[in-house]
């Protein structure tokens, strides 16, 4: 069974507009490791980032502790 983009929430919302801007943002994981660096793509339970230091990131969002704008 697929699950699908709920494209109405504020969070989806909000990832949408980063991904489009190419804002730079930071996400500390729970593990806290420090990511800097833009948003690519997201799905219902992953995003992708395009990180400062040339890496292409496929991160569960559950392992986020926060994300923020820079």
């Not at 507009?17 to 804002?23: H, T």
């Not at 992708?48 to 994300?67: F, I, M, P, R």
Request: proline residues 3%; aromatic residues 8%.
């Amino acid at each position: 069974m697929a699950v699908e983009l709920q494209s109405g929430l504020p969070s989806v919302h909000q990832f949408q507009s980063l991904i489009r801007e190419k804002q730079q943002i930071e996400i500390k994981l729970v593990t806290n490791d420090v990511i800097t660096g833009t948003l690519r793509w997201q799905d219902p339970q992953c995003f992708c980032v395009d990180s400062n230091e040339g890496q292409t990131l496929v991160l569960w969002q559950q392992t986020v502790a926060y994300l923020k704008l820079l």
